[in-house]
Protein backbone atom coordinates (compact mmCIF):
# COMPACT_ATOMS: atom_id res chain seq x y z
CA UNK A 1 0.00 0.00 0.00
CA UNK A 2 2.90 2.36 0.44
CA UNK A 3 4.26 1.65 -2.76
CA UNK A 4 1.23 2.46 -4.57
CA UNK A 5 0.82 5.94 -2.21
CA UNK A 6 3.98 6.79 -3.56
CA UNK A 7 3.48 6.06 -6.89
CA UNK A 8 0.46 7.86 -7.12
CA UNK A 9 1.88 11.17 -5.39
CA UNK A 10 4.56 10.88 -7.82
CA UNK A 11 1.84 10.66 -10.72
CA UNK A 12 0.45 14.01 -9.15
CA UNK A 13 3.58 15.47 -9.09
CA UNK A 14 4.64 14.53 -13.20
CA UNK A 15 1.04 15.57 -14.04
CA UNK A 16 2.15 19.42 -12.37
CA UNK A 17 5.43 18.88 -14.28
CA UNK A 18 3.95 18.24 -17.95
CA UNK A 19 1.31 21.08 -17.35
CA UNK A 20 4.30 23.50 -16.00
CA UNK A 21 6.67 22.42 -19.39
CA UNK A 22 4.24 23.26 -21.30
CA UNK A 23 3.68 26.17 -20.68
CA UNK A 24 7.33 27.05 -20.34
CA UNK A 25 6.89 25.80 -24.29
CA UNK A 26 4.80 28.33 -25.14
CA UNK A 27 7.62 30.81 -25.19
CA UNK A 28 8.24 29.43 -28.95
CA UNK A 29 6.02 31.06 -29.76
CA UNK A 30 6.40 34.71 -27.88
CA UNK A 31 6.44 36.42 -24.23
CA UNK A 32 2.52 37.44 -24.44
CA UNK A 33 1.44 33.81 -25.28
CA UNK A 34 3.65 32.72 -22.62
CA UNK A 35 2.53 34.85 -19.93
CA UNK A 36 -0.95 33.95 -21.28
CA UNK A 37 -0.93 30.22 -20.86
CA UNK A 38 0.42 30.94 -17.43
CA UNK A 39 -3.62 31.72 -16.33
CA UNK A 40 -4.22 27.66 -17.30
CA UNK A 41 -1.48 27.04 -15.18
CA UNK A 42 -3.10 29.23 -12.21
CA UNK A 43 -6.37 28.13 -12.69
CA UNK A 44 -5.60 24.62 -11.91
CA UNK A 45 -2.94 24.26 -9.54
CA UNK A 46 -3.05 27.68 -7.40
CA UNK A 47 -6.99 27.30 -6.27
CA UNK A 48 -7.31 25.67 -2.93
CA UNK A 49 -7.47 22.16 -4.15
CA UNK A 50 -4.89 22.32 -6.67
CA UNK A 51 -2.49 23.40 -3.75
CA UNK A 52 -4.30 20.97 -1.61
CA UNK A 53 -3.50 18.00 -3.99
CA UNK A 54 -0.03 19.34 -5.09
CA UNK A 55 2.09 19.78 -1.77
CA UNK A 56 0.04 16.80 0.27
CA UNK A 57 1.53 14.83 -3.24
CA UNK A 58 5.01 16.49 -2.75
CA UNK A 59 4.93 15.74 1.09
CA UNK A 60 4.24 12.43 0.61
CA UNK A 61 6.60 11.53 -2.18
CA UNK A 62 8.71 13.20 0.10
CA UNK A 63 8.47 11.59 3.38
CA UNK A 64 8.03 8.21 1.61
CA UNK A 65 11.14 8.34 -0.39
CA UNK A 66 12.99 9.01 2.96
CA UNK A 67 10.74 5.99 4.53
CA UNK A 68 11.76 4.02 1.68
CA UNK A 69 15.78 4.81 2.27
CA UNK A 70 15.04 4.10 6.15
CA UNK A 71 13.53 0.44 4.96
CA UNK A 72 16.35 -0.70 2.94
CA UNK A 73 18.60 -2.97 4.64
CA UNK A 74 20.95 -2.71 1.87
CA UNK A 75 22.00 0.33 -0.17
CA UNK A 76 23.43 -2.31 -3.05
CA UNK A 77 21.47 -1.17 -6.10
CA UNK A 78 21.15 -1.03 -9.84
CA UNK A 79 22.58 2.11 -11.97
CA UNK A 80 19.26 3.10 -12.68
CA UNK A 81 18.21 2.56 -9.10
CA UNK A 82 21.29 4.95 -8.17
CA UNK A 83 20.64 7.17 -11.07
CA UNK A 84 17.19 7.93 -9.37
CA UNK A 85 18.03 8.76 -5.96
CA UNK A 86 20.73 10.84 -6.98
CA UNK A 87 18.15 12.38 -9.16
CA UNK A 88 15.61 13.10 -6.77
CA UNK A 89 18.36 14.03 -4.02
CA UNK A 90 19.40 16.86 -6.28
CA UNK A 91 15.53 18.56 -6.65
CA UNK A 92 16.25 19.37 -3.12
CA UNK A 93 19.16 22.13 -3.81
CA UNK A 94 17.78 22.48 -7.14
CA UNK A 95 14.19 23.29 -6.29
CA UNK A 96 13.79 24.76 -2.80
CA UNK A 97 15.62 28.26 -3.95
CA UNK A 98 13.22 28.60 -6.75
CA UNK A 99 9.68 27.01 -4.78
CA UNK A 100 10.73 29.38 -2.08
CA UNK A 101 11.93 32.72 -4.32
CA UNK A 102 8.26 32.24 -6.34
CA UNK A 103 5.34 30.24 -4.19
CA UNK A 104 6.79 31.81 -0.80
CA UNK A 105 7.61 35.14 -1.86
CA UNK A 106 3.89 35.11 -3.25
CA UNK A 107 2.45 34.60 0.12
CA UNK A 108 4.76 36.26 2.95
CA UNK A 109 5.28 39.94 0.70
CA UNK A 110 2.56 39.61 -2.65
CA UNK A 111 5.40 39.26 -5.12
CA UNK A 112 3.53 38.46 -8.36
CA UNK A 113 5.23 35.18 -9.17
CA UNK A 114 5.02 35.16 -12.57
CA UNK A 115 7.33 34.85 -15.66
CA UNK A 116 8.15 38.74 -15.58
CA UNK A 117 9.66 38.60 -12.13
CA UNK A 118 11.41 35.00 -12.38
CA UNK A 119 13.14 35.97 -15.73
CA UNK A 120 14.20 39.28 -14.51
CA UNK A 121 15.77 38.09 -11.63
CA UNK A 122 17.44 35.39 -13.63
CA UNK A 123 18.82 38.59 -15.78
CA UNK A 124 20.41 40.31 -12.79
CA UNK A 125 21.61 36.82 -11.29
CA UNK A 126 25.21 34.84 -12.07
CA UNK A 127 25.69 32.34 -14.39
CA UNK A 128 25.20 29.55 -11.82
CA UNK A 129 21.70 30.46 -10.64
CA UNK A 130 20.83 30.50 -14.61
CA UNK A 131 22.30 27.01 -14.65
CA UNK A 132 20.44 25.33 -11.74
CA UNK A 133 16.85 27.14 -12.90
CA UNK A 134 17.19 25.35 -16.13
CA UNK A 135 18.84 21.81 -14.35
CA UNK A 136 15.89 21.42 -11.79
CA UNK A 137 13.38 20.39 -14.67
CA UNK A 138 15.85 18.21 -16.25
CA UNK A 139 16.55 16.63 -13.08
CA UNK A 140 12.96 16.25 -11.96
CA UNK A 141 11.85 14.89 -15.64
CA UNK A 142 14.89 12.20 -15.58
CA UNK A 143 13.99 11.12 -12.05
CA UNK A 144 10.18 10.72 -13.20
CA UNK A 145 10.64 9.08 -16.14
CA UNK A 146 12.68 6.05 -14.50
CA UNK A 147 10.43 5.81 -11.88
CA UNK A 148 7.27 5.75 -14.39
CA UNK A 149 9.43 3.27 -16.28
CA UNK A 150 9.93 0.92 -13.32
CA UNK A 151 6.05 1.00 -12.63
CA UNK A 152 4.78 0.63 -16.17
CA UNK A 153 7.63 -1.67 -17.42
CA UNK A 154 5.52 -4.72 -16.46
CA UNK A 155 1.94 -3.62 -17.90
CA UNK A 156 1.55 -5.90 -20.66
CA UNK A 157 0.35 -2.70 -22.94
CA UNK A 158 3.69 -0.85 -22.03
CA UNK A 159 6.14 -2.44 -25.07
CA UNK A 160 3.35 -0.83 -27.67
CA UNK A 161 3.24 2.25 -26.00
CA UNK A 162 6.78 2.85 -25.76
CA UNK A 163 7.40 4.67 -28.90
CA UNK A 164 5.17 6.98 -28.36
CA UNK A 165 6.07 7.51 -24.73
CA UNK A 166 10.12 7.85 -25.55
CA UNK A 167 8.50 10.44 -27.89
CA UNK A 168 6.75 12.43 -25.08
CA UNK A 169 9.63 11.98 -22.76
CA UNK A 170 11.85 13.45 -25.14
CA UNK A 171 9.82 16.49 -26.95
CA UNK A 172 8.59 17.57 -23.88
CA UNK A 173 11.27 18.59 -21.68
CA UNK A 174 13.37 19.93 -25.05
CA UNK A 175 10.21 22.51 -25.61
CA UNK A 176 9.76 23.72 -22.35
CA UNK A 177 13.68 24.05 -21.98
CA UNK A 178 13.82 25.73 -25.39
CA UNK A 179 10.56 28.01 -24.98
CA UNK A 180 12.10 28.98 -21.27
CA UNK A 181 15.42 30.21 -23.17
CA UNK A 182 13.83 32.26 -25.56
CA UNK A 183 11.61 33.48 -23.37
CA UNK A 184 14.85 34.63 -21.49
CA UNK A 185 16.46 35.97 -24.12
CA UNK A 186 13.70 37.92 -25.28
CA UNK A 187 13.22 39.58 -21.80
CA UNK A 188 17.17 40.24 -21.96
CA UNK A 189 16.88 41.97 -25.70
CA UNK A 190 14.25 44.25 -24.10
CA UNK A 191 16.38 44.56 -20.96
CA UNK A 192 18.25 47.14 -23.26
CA UNK A 193 15.95 49.51 -23.03
CA UNK A 194 16.52 52.38 -20.26
CA UNK A 195 14.19 51.69 -17.46
CA UNK A 196 12.60 48.50 -18.93
CA UNK A 197 13.87 45.92 -15.79
CA UNK A 198 12.73 48.75 -13.12
CA UNK A 199 9.19 49.09 -14.68
CA UNK A 200 9.02 45.16 -14.94
CA UNK A 201 9.91 44.56 -11.44
CA UNK A 202 7.41 46.99 -9.94
CA UNK A 203 4.66 45.61 -11.65
CA UNK A 204 6.14 42.32 -10.60
CA UNK A 205 5.80 43.85 -6.44
CA UNK A 206 9.69 42.54 -6.10
CA UNK A 207 10.89 42.36 -2.40
CA UNK A 208 13.33 44.67 -0.51
CA UNK A 209 16.82 43.32 -0.18
CA UNK A 210 16.22 42.77 3.38
CA UNK A 211 13.42 40.49 2.32
CA UNK A 212 15.32 38.66 -0.50
CA UNK A 213 17.37 37.54 2.41
CA UNK A 214 14.87 36.27 4.59
CA UNK A 215 14.19 34.40 1.50
CA UNK A 216 17.50 33.27 1.38
CA UNK A 217 17.53 31.93 4.85
CA UNK A 218 14.63 30.23 4.66
CA UNK A 219 15.70 28.26 1.49
CA UNK A 220 18.76 27.66 3.06
CA UNK A 221 16.87 26.02 6.13
CA UNK A 222 14.53 23.91 4.34
CA UNK A 223 17.96 22.60 2.69
CA UNK A 224 19.27 22.33 5.97
CA UNK A 225 16.46 20.03 7.68
CA UNK A 226 16.38 17.89 4.36
CA UNK A 227 20.08 17.11 4.81
CA UNK A 228 19.70 16.66 8.65
CA UNK A 229 16.58 13.85 7.82
CA UNK A 230 19.04 12.35 5.33
CA UNK A 231 21.93 12.45 7.73
CA UNK A 232 19.66 11.07 10.66
CA UNK A 233 18.42 8.13 8.64
CA UNK A 234 21.90 6.78 7.14
CA UNK A 235 22.73 6.95 11.37
CA UNK A 236 19.53 4.62 12.52
CA UNK A 237 20.28 2.17 9.72
CA UNK A 238 23.27 0.71 11.94
CA UNK A 239 21.53 1.18 14.95
CA UNK A 240 18.91 -0.39 13.79
CA UNK A 241 20.85 -3.56 12.26
CA UNK A 242 22.02 -3.89 15.90
CA UNK A 243 18.81 -3.91 17.49
CA UNK A 244 17.53 -6.61 14.79
CA UNK A 245 20.32 -8.74 15.74
CA UNK A 246 18.40 -9.10 19.09
CA UNK A 247 16.04 -10.91 17.25
CA UNK A 248 18.29 -13.69 16.00
CA UNK A 249 20.02 -14.98 12.70
CA UNK A 250 19.04 -16.33 9.62
CA UNK A 251 20.71 -18.79 7.86
CA UNK A 252 19.80 -19.51 4.29
CA UNK A 253 21.39 -22.31 2.02
CA UNK A 254 21.02 -21.70 -1.57
CA UNK A 255 22.43 -25.64 -2.62
CA UNK A 256 25.69 -26.19 -3.78
CA UNK A 257 27.24 -25.62 -0.30
CA UNK A 258 26.08 -21.52 -0.60
CA UNK A 259 24.80 -20.06 2.70
CA UNK A 260 24.91 -16.70 3.84
CA UNK A 261 23.74 -15.74 7.51
CA UNK A 262 22.35 -12.05 8.27
CA UNK A 263 20.10 -11.05 11.07
CA UNK A 264 16.57 -11.09 11.14
CA UNK A 265 14.66 -8.33 9.23
CA UNK A 266 16.10 -8.72 5.74
CA UNK A 267 14.23 -9.90 3.04
CA UNK A 268 15.59 -12.72 1.30
CA UNK A 269 16.24 -10.44 -2.23
CA UNK A 270 18.44 -8.29 0.57
CA UNK A 271 20.21 -11.51 1.56
CA UNK A 272 21.13 -12.62 -1.75
CA UNK A 273 22.40 -8.77 -2.66
CA UNK A 274 24.79 -8.59 0.19
CA UNK A 275 25.84 -11.95 -0.18
CA UNK A 276 26.89 -11.15 -4.23
CA UNK A 277 24.74 -14.29 -5.20
CA UNK A 278 22.66 -13.54 -8.57
CA UNK A 279 18.67 -13.33 -7.94
CA UNK A 280 16.23 -12.00 -10.50
CA UNK A 281 14.34 -9.09 -9.57
CA UNK A 282 12.64 -7.10 -12.24
CA UNK A 283 10.63 -4.48 -10.60
CA UNK A 284 13.95 -3.84 -8.15
CA UNK A 285 12.26 -5.15 -4.97
CA UNK A 286 8.78 -3.52 -4.90
CA UNK A 287 7.00 -7.13 -5.14
CA UNK A 288 5.17 -6.44 -8.58
CA UNK A 289 7.01 -8.87 -11.34
CA UNK A 290 7.13 -11.95 -9.42
CA UNK A 291 10.61 -12.85 -10.96
CA UNK A 292 12.36 -13.09 -7.65
CA UNK A 293 10.41 -15.95 -6.38
CA UNK A 294 11.63 -18.43 -4.47
CA UNK A 295 10.56 -22.41 -3.43
CA UNK A 296 11.03 -22.63 0.19
CA UNK A 297 11.90 -26.49 1.25
CA UNK A 298 8.51 -28.09 2.68
CA UNK A 299 9.62 -28.41 6.18
CA UNK A 300 10.46 -25.12 6.79
CA UNK A 301 8.16 -23.11 5.00
CA UNK A 302 5.81 -24.01 7.92
CA UNK A 303 7.59 -21.68 9.78
CA UNK A 304 7.37 -18.56 7.63
CA UNK A 305 5.03 -15.78 8.18
CA UNK A 306 2.08 -16.11 5.62
CA UNK A 307 2.06 -13.88 2.66
CA UNK A 308 0.54 -9.93 3.10
CA UNK A 309 -2.41 -9.49 0.44
CA UNK A 310 -0.71 -8.20 -2.00
CA UNK A 311 2.23 -10.79 -2.09
CA UNK A 312 -0.66 -13.44 -2.50
CA UNK A 313 -2.11 -11.86 -5.40
CA UNK A 314 1.24 -11.56 -7.45
CA UNK A 315 1.76 -15.59 -6.46
CA UNK A 316 -1.76 -16.23 -7.29
CA UNK A 317 -1.46 -14.51 -10.71
CA UNK A 318 1.50 -16.95 -11.56
CA UNK A 319 -0.02 -19.96 -10.09
CA UNK A 320 2.73 -20.28 -7.54
CA UNK A 321 2.46 -23.58 -4.51
CA UNK A 322 2.16 -22.81 -1.80
CA UNK A 323 5.48 -23.58 -0.97
CA UNK A 324 6.71 -20.73 -3.19
CA UNK A 325 7.48 -17.45 -2.30
CA UNK A 326 8.50 -13.85 -3.49
CA UNK A 327 12.28 -12.83 -2.22
CA UNK A 328 11.54 -9.65 -2.15
CA UNK A 329 7.96 -9.60 0.25
CA UNK A 330 9.54 -12.73 2.35
CA UNK A 331 11.13 -11.70 5.73
CA UNK A 332 12.02 -15.12 7.34
CA UNK A 333 11.98 -15.16 11.13
CA UNK A 334 15.33 -16.24 12.88
CA UNK A 335 16.23 -20.06 11.68
CA UNK A 336 17.90 -22.02 8.58
CA UNK A 337 15.91 -22.28 5.74
CA UNK A 338 16.60 -24.24 2.31
CA UNK A 339 15.29 -21.85 -0.66
CA UNK A 340 16.06 -22.39 -4.12
CA UNK A 341 15.46 -19.34 -6.90
CA UNK A 342 13.21 -20.16 -9.62
CA UNK A 343 14.08 -17.79 -12.32
CA UNK A 344 17.86 -17.27 -13.58
CA UNK A 345 19.07 -14.29 -12.38
CA UNK A 346 19.03 -12.48 -16.37
CA UNK A 347 15.12 -13.10 -17.07
CA UNK A 348 13.65 -9.95 -18.44
CA UNK A 349 9.61 -8.46 -17.95
CA UNK A 350 8.39 -10.57 -20.24
CA UNK A 351 9.29 -13.97 -18.13
CA UNK A 352 7.21 -12.21 -14.96
CA UNK A 353 3.97 -12.94 -17.25
CA UNK A 354 4.51 -15.64 -19.25
CA UNK A 355 5.76 -18.09 -16.78
CA UNK A 356 2.72 -21.11 -16.38
CA UNK A 357 1.24 -22.06 -13.18
CA UNK A 358 2.94 -25.42 -14.02
CA UNK A 359 6.11 -24.10 -14.23
CA UNK A 360 7.03 -24.65 -10.56
CA UNK A 361 6.80 -28.59 -11.02
CA UNK A 362 3.85 -31.00 -9.95
CA UNK A 363 2.33 -34.26 -10.81
CA UNK A 364 0.01 -34.10 -14.02
CA UNK A 365 -2.14 -36.63 -16.07
CA UNK A 366 -1.47 -35.84 -19.59
CA UNK A 367 -1.04 -37.58 -22.94
CA UNK A 368 2.25 -37.74 -25.04
CA UNK A 369 2.69 -37.59 -28.48
CA UNK A 370 5.90 -39.02 -30.00
CA UNK A 371 6.09 -38.75 -33.84
CA UNK A 372 9.23 -39.11 -35.90
CA UNK A 373 10.19 -39.43 -40.24
CA UNK A 374 10.65 -42.80 -41.49
CA UNK A 375 13.34 -43.04 -43.83
CA UNK A 376 13.81 -39.04 -44.18
CA UNK A 377 17.97 -39.76 -44.24
CA UNK A 378 17.77 -41.55 -47.28
CA UNK A 379 15.33 -38.88 -48.73
CA UNK A 380 17.53 -35.75 -47.78
CA UNK A 381 20.92 -37.63 -49.49
CA UNK A 382 21.91 -36.14 -52.45
CA UNK A 383 19.64 -32.57 -51.55
CA UNK A 384 21.78 -29.21 -50.68
CA UNK A 385 21.50 -28.42 -46.98
CA UNK A 386 18.57 -25.47 -47.87
CA UNK A 387 16.69 -28.29 -49.62
CA UNK A 388 16.73 -29.82 -46.13
CA UNK A 389 15.98 -26.95 -43.87
CA UNK A 390 13.60 -26.22 -46.22
CA UNK A 391 11.84 -29.34 -46.12
CA UNK A 392 12.08 -30.01 -42.61
CA UNK A 393 10.54 -26.42 -41.57
CA UNK A 394 8.12 -27.37 -43.93
CA UNK A 395 6.90 -30.60 -42.08
CA UNK A 396 7.43 -29.17 -38.81
CA UNK A 397 4.87 -25.96 -39.41
CA UNK A 398 2.94 -28.53 -40.54
CA UNK A 399 3.09 -31.24 -37.30
CA UNK A 400 3.10 -27.81 -34.93
CA UNK A 401 0.30 -26.48 -36.50
CA UNK A 402 -1.64 -29.77 -36.46
CA UNK A 403 -1.00 -30.16 -32.73
CA UNK A 404 -1.84 -26.97 -31.73
CA UNK A 405 -5.23 -27.06 -33.42
CA UNK A 406 -6.04 -30.12 -31.42
CA UNK A 407 -5.29 -28.20 -28.66
CA UNK A 408 -1.62 -29.63 -27.45
CA UNK A 409 1.19 -27.76 -26.77
CA UNK A 410 4.97 -28.47 -29.12
CA UNK A 411 7.33 -29.53 -26.15
CA UNK A 412 10.43 -29.96 -28.31
CA UNK A 413 11.65 -30.93 -32.31
CA UNK A 414 14.54 -33.47 -32.15
CA UNK A 415 15.85 -33.90 -35.56
CA UNK A 416 13.21 -34.66 -37.72
CA UNK A 417 10.87 -36.30 -34.84
CA UNK A 418 8.51 -34.32 -32.47
CA UNK A 419 7.45 -34.17 -29.10
CA UNK A 420 3.67 -32.65 -27.49
CA UNK A 421 2.21 -32.96 -24.73
CA UNK A 422 -1.69 -32.93 -24.15
CA UNK A 423 -3.65 -32.01 -20.86
CA UNK A 424 -1.57 -29.16 -18.89
CA UNK A 425 -4.91 -27.48 -18.06
CA UNK A 426 -7.46 -29.79 -19.25
CA UNK A 427 -9.02 -33.11 -18.25
CA UNK A 428 -7.84 -36.46 -19.06
CA UNK A 429 -10.31 -37.46 -21.30
CA UNK A 430 -9.42 -34.07 -22.83
CA UNK A 431 -5.98 -34.41 -23.06
CA UNK A 432 -6.31 -38.46 -24.76
CA UNK A 433 -9.21 -36.92 -27.39
CA UNK A 434 -6.61 -34.71 -27.90
CA UNK A 435 -4.05 -36.99 -28.78
CA UNK A 436 -6.10 -38.87 -31.08
CA UNK A 437 -7.09 -36.00 -32.91
CA UNK A 438 -3.45 -34.28 -33.26
CA UNK A 439 -2.23 -37.72 -34.80
CA UNK A 440 -5.23 -37.60 -37.76
CA UNK A 441 -4.54 -34.25 -38.05
CA UNK A 442 -0.90 -34.97 -38.32
CA UNK A 443 -1.83 -37.68 -40.87
CA UNK A 444 -3.68 -35.25 -42.90
CA UNK A 445 -1.13 -32.34 -42.69
CA UNK A 446 1.62 -34.89 -44.09
CA UNK A 447 -0.89 -36.11 -47.27
CA UNK A 448 -1.39 -32.44 -48.52
CA UNK A 449 2.55 -31.44 -47.64
CA UNK A 450 3.17 -35.09 -49.90
CA UNK A 451 0.78 -33.64 -52.81
CA UNK A 452 1.94 -30.49 -52.37
CA UNK A 453 5.54 -31.33 -52.72
CA UNK A 454 5.54 -34.24 -55.02
CA UNK A 455 7.90 -32.70 -57.54
CA UNK A 456 10.31 -32.13 -55.53
CA UNK A 457 10.57 -35.86 -53.60
CA UNK A 458 11.45 -38.89 -54.77
CA UNK A 459 9.75 -40.67 -52.51
CA UNK A 460 6.53 -39.42 -50.18
CA UNK A 461 7.22 -38.92 -46.29
CA UNK A 462 6.04 -40.99 -43.52
CA UNK A 463 5.39 -40.96 -40.44
CA UNK A 464 5.35 -42.84 -37.26
CA UNK A 465 3.47 -41.81 -34.32
CA UNK A 466 3.11 -43.19 -30.12
CA UNK A 467 0.26 -41.72 -27.83
CA UNK A 468 0.26 -42.55 -24.58
CA UNK A 469 -1.07 -40.93 -21.35
CA UNK A 470 -0.30 -41.03 -17.70
CA UNK A 471 0.86 -39.51 -14.84
CA UNK A 472 4.24 -37.67 -15.72
CA UNK A 473 6.39 -34.72 -13.83
CA UNK A 474 5.67 -31.94 -15.78
CA UNK A 475 7.80 -28.20 -14.65
CA UNK A 476 9.71 -25.75 -16.23
CA UNK A 477 13.03 -27.46 -16.75
CA UNK A 478 16.40 -26.37 -18.49
CA UNK A 479 18.79 -23.59 -17.96
CA UNK A 480 18.50 -19.64 -17.85
CA UNK A 481 16.96 -19.08 -21.75
CA UNK A 482 16.89 -23.12 -23.08
CA UNK A 483 14.08 -23.70 -19.88
CA UNK A 484 10.46 -24.39 -20.88
CA UNK A 485 8.62 -26.44 -19.75
CA UNK A 486 8.69 -30.09 -20.42
CA UNK A 487 7.27 -33.15 -18.61
CA UNK A 488 9.47 -36.11 -17.75
CA UNK A 489 8.48 -39.92 -16.27
CA UNK A 490 7.43 -43.44 -17.04
CA UNK A 491 4.66 -41.90 -19.43
CA UNK A 492 7.00 -40.18 -22.14
CA UNK A 493 9.07 -43.21 -21.91
CA UNK A 494 6.59 -45.23 -22.93
CA UNK A 495 5.24 -42.97 -25.73
CA UNK A 496 8.67 -42.85 -27.20
CA UNK A 497 9.06 -46.63 -27.13
CA UNK A 498 5.05 -46.98 -29.08
CA UNK A 499 6.83 -44.70 -31.96
CA UNK A 500 9.58 -46.93 -32.45
CA UNK A 501 6.97 -49.95 -32.16
CA UNK A 502 5.21 -47.86 -35.12
CA UNK A 503 8.20 -49.10 -37.63
CA UNK A 504 8.41 -52.99 -36.27
CA UNK A 505 4.34 -53.12 -36.96
CA UNK A 506 4.50 -51.56 -40.02
CA UNK A 507 1.58 -48.88 -38.41
CA UNK A 508 1.67 -45.25 -38.71
CA UNK A 509 0.09 -44.99 -35.17
CA UNK A 510 0.50 -47.12 -32.39
CA UNK A 511 -1.95 -46.14 -29.02
CA UNK A 512 -1.64 -47.59 -25.88
CA UNK A 513 -4.74 -49.18 -24.77
CA UNK A 514 -5.08 -47.15 -21.46
CA UNK A 515 -5.47 -43.85 -23.64
CA UNK A 516 -8.24 -44.94 -25.92
CA UNK A 517 -9.91 -46.10 -22.41
CA UNK A 518 -9.19 -42.37 -20.97
CA UNK A 519 -10.63 -40.73 -23.89
CA UNK A 520 -13.56 -43.38 -24.06
CA UNK A 521 -12.92 -44.78 -27.56
CA UNK A 522 -12.58 -48.15 -28.56
CA UNK A 523 -11.23 -49.55 -31.95
CA UNK A 524 -12.38 -52.91 -32.28
CA UNK A 525 -10.77 -53.18 -36.16
CA UNK A 526 -7.42 -52.00 -35.29
CA UNK A 527 -5.10 -54.89 -34.13
CA UNK A 528 -4.35 -55.26 -31.03
CA UNK A 529 -0.22 -56.27 -29.64
CA UNK A 530 0.44 -57.02 -26.20
CA UNK A 531 4.01 -55.38 -25.77
CA UNK A 532 6.97 -55.27 -23.45
CA UNK A 533 8.09 -51.82 -22.82
CA UNK A 534 11.96 -51.47 -21.86
CA UNK A 535 12.00 -50.15 -18.36
CA UNK A 536 8.58 -50.90 -17.80
CA UNK A 537 6.92 -53.95 -15.75
CA UNK A 538 4.34 -56.14 -17.02
CA UNK A 539 3.19 -55.85 -20.82
CA UNK A 540 1.18 -53.15 -22.17
CA UNK A 541 -1.76 -53.36 -24.73
CA UNK A 542 -1.55 -51.36 -27.80
CA UNK A 543 -3.79 -50.80 -30.82
CA UNK A 544 -1.62 -50.49 -34.39
CA UNK A 545 -3.30 -48.07 -37.06
CA UNK A 546 -1.75 -48.45 -40.95
CA UNK A 547 -2.97 -45.21 -40.71
CA UNK A 548 -3.47 -42.15 -38.61
CA UNK A 549 -6.57 -40.58 -40.84
CA UNK A 550 -8.31 -44.16 -39.82
CA UNK A 551 -9.08 -43.01 -36.58
CA UNK A 552 -12.46 -40.92 -38.02
CA UNK A 553 -13.97 -44.01 -39.38
CA UNK A 554 -13.20 -45.94 -36.29
CA UNK A 555 -14.02 -43.65 -33.49
Known sequence: MIGRIRLWSGYVLFFYVVTHLLNHALGLISLRVLEAGRLWFVFIWHNPIGQFVLYGALTIHLCLAFWSLYRRRTLRLSRWEWAQWILGASIVPLGTIHVVGTRLAYELYNVDSGYPWVLGSLLVSDWTSIARQFALPLAVWLHACIGLHFAWRLRPWYAAWLPALYAFALLVPIAGIAGAGIALRDVAELAQRPGFLDELFVRARVPTAAQIGNLYVIADALQYTALGLLAALLAARPLRALWERRAGVVQLSYGERRTVSHAAGLTVLEMSRLADIPHASVCGGRGRCSTCRVRVSSEDHAKLPPPSAEEQKVLARVGAPGNVRLACQLRPPAGRYRIVPLLPASVGPIEAYRRQPQAHGGEHYVAILFADLRGFTSISEGKLPYDVVFLLNRYFRATGQAIEAAGGRVDKFIGDGVMAI???TGEPRVACLQALDAARRMALALDDLNEAMSGDLDLPLRIGIGLHAGPAIVGEMGYERAAQIT??????????????????????????????DGAGMDLPSAPRHDVEIRGRQGRLTVRALKKATDLTAMS
Request: glycine share 10%.
Open 422 to 424: FGL
Open 487 to 516: AIGDTVNTASRLEALSKEFGAELVVSQELL
